[in-house]
């Protein structure tokens, strides 16, 4: 009997200390990351003055330019999380060419709620689901963009919500503004999608995105392998189709690139991108296809960027100094430093 009551004393004691106790604070942690990037391009045809390009964030020539000084703060307290990233410098411009002031100068801005292990919703201007490029230069093998990077949206402003599905599946869904906005009047609102899944060790994964309102309509496809340790493959496709006062246009664009990496230090990337600007009214740049060689030679946080591209268009495109030409090449060289 004396052994129950004892029993019995003990568990109610650590019943009652268990009542006591506070609920333990939800952790709070913050990540502060950045990178500065610059680069140098020549042109190997003489412009005439004209920087011959048609694709974002390296419309210069003959001179050195900042690409952009970023800062991202990633900070989460318990199901929350948010994010802040900024930049300065042409890039950021270019990617933010709708806003004004201050506003130009925000990446991203993002408030998140986990609201199960399945479920999280995330509100504010973040970076758009479609294509394999990123802004971040840190992000690409390549230094310069692609047609279909350029040519598609840049970002959303809205909310959206990531679903997973079991296994390596997922589902984002959500409702935005008009894309590549970070304010705007506007009562007709877009419809993103994405569906992603892969193969359990995680060396083929693809991405099935979607994008749909009054003006745009986009299908995009993502696709990555791992060949092997050193090589790799991904493919970049998307359909595009705008309704304009003047009448309809659409392009589509094809993207392969090819990544061997022969250490940690050194790799080089070919990227083959196609751009077909094929309908009545069309954009104005015409059947173009760009090879671009590029290095990565690492040091530490130094990452060097050499990079050959030629551009081969259908229609007389380029300017040369004694008039029009349907090619164009030229040489960069990049350096990113992380922090």
């Given at each position: 009997m004396l052994k129950k009551i004892l029993v019995s004393c003990a568990s109610l004691c650590a019943t009652l200390n268990g009542l006591c106790q506070t609920t333990e604070p939800a952790k709070s942690t913050t990540t502060v990351s950045g990178y500065i990037d610059g680069y140098y391009r020549a042109l190997?045809?003489?412009?005439?003055?004209?920087?011959?390009?048609?694709t974002s964030f390296t419309n210069s020539y003959n001179s050195?330019?900042?690409?952009?000084?970023s800062i991202k703060i990633d900070q989460t307290f318990g199901k929350f999380s948010s994010t802040l990233d900024i930049g300065v410098g042409k890039r950021v411009e270019e990617f933010s060419y709708n806003d004004k002031d201050l506003l130009t100068n925000i990446k991203q801005v993002t408030l998140s709620f986990a609201a199960t292990k399945y479920l999280k919703l995330t509100a504010g201007k973040f970076s758009t689901h479609i294509g394999y490029e990123l802004l971040d230069a840190t992000s690409n093998r390549n230094y310069s963009m692609s047609y279909g990077f350029s040519y598609g949206p840049?970002?959303?402003t809205g909310l959206k919500a990531d679903i997973a599905l079991g296994g390596k599946s997922a589902l984002m869904v959500g409702i935005v503004d008009p894309t590549d906005?970070?304010?705007?009047?506007?009562?007709?609102?877009y419809i993103i999608a994405q569906f992603s899944t892969g193969s359990n060790n995680d060396k083929v994964k693809a991405f099935v995105n979607f994008l749909h309102g009054d003006i745009t309509t986009q299908y995009n496809v993502v696709m990555t392998a791992a060949l092997s340790k050193k090589l790799s493959l991904a493919f970049d496709g998307s359909i595009n189709h705008q309704k304009n006062p003047v009448g309809n246009s659409s392009w589509n664009?094809?993207?392969?690139?090819?990544?061997y990496d022969f250490s940690d230090k050194?790799?080089?990337?070919?990227?083959?991108?196609?751009?077909?600007?094929?309908?009545?009214?069309?954009?104005?740049?015409?059947?173009?296809?760009?090879?671009?060689?590029?290095?990565?030679?690492?040091f530490n946080?130094?990452?060097?960027?050499?990079?050959?591209?030629?551009?081969?268009?259908?229609a007389p495109l380029f300017n040369t100094k004694t008039g029009t030409s349907q090619t164009a090449s030229n040489l960069l060289i990049a350096a990113v430093y992380t922090f």
């Open positions: 190997i045809k003489d412009g005439g003055g004209v920087h011959n390009n048609y050195f330019n900042l690409g952009m000084a840049f970002f959303h906005y970070s304010t705007v009047n506007s009562t007709p609102k664009s094809e993207a392969v690139y090819l990544n050194f790799g080089i990337t070919l990227r083959e991108d196609f751009f077909n600007d094929r309908a009545i009214n069309p954009i104005g740049i015409g059947n173009i296809n760009a090879t671009t060689i590029s290095g990565k030679i690492k946080k130094l990452t060097i960027i050499p990079e050959i591209r030629m551009d081969n268009s259908t």
